[in-house]
Nanobody, 123 residues
Framework: VLLVESGGGLVQPGGSMRLSCVAS????????MGWFRQAPGKEREFVSA????????SYTDSVKGRFTISRDYAKNTMYLQMNNLKPTDTAVYYC?????????????????WGQGTQVTVSS
């Protein structure tokens, strides 16, 4: 499974941005996708995840109410709508896909990773 992210860039604080991640294929059975991010000098952290079949959602506390994850089942595409962005959201954002749907907050669950897209929130 190849994952390709798009949509990163520079945005001012309080602004919005939407990231996309296209999967080249969708494995049969349980499948989930997620977003992680890594800020300079920090470890990669979980942002959000969605299970493909039933659309169950999960968010890290710092983005709840500001970020929305969604997927287009027919297009094998996942989105992350980010609103009210803060400088602390600045990071490289990675798309990931997992064959299993347990422990989606852990990066070790994920089998496939995208190359990452830079999101910079700055005035």
């Amino acid at each position: 499974v190849l994952l390709v992210e798009s949509g990163g860039g520079l945005v001012q604080p309080g602004g919005s941005m939407r990231l996309s991640c296209v999967a080249s294929e969708r494995p049969r059975g349980a499948f989930a996708m997620g977003w992680f991010r890594q800020a300079p000098g920090k470890e990669r952290e979980f942002v959000s995840a969605i299970t493909w079949n039933i659309g169950a959602l999960s968010y890290t506390d710092s983005v709840k109410g500001r970020f929305t994850i969604s997927r287009d089942y027919a297009k094998n595409t996942m989105y992350l709508q980010m609103n009210n962005l803060k400088p602390t959201d600045t990071a490289v954002y990675y798309c990931a896909a997992a064959i299993h749907t347990l422990e989606l907050r852990s990066e070790t669950t994920y089998d496939y990773w995208g190359q990452g897209t830079q999101v910079t929130v700055s005035s």
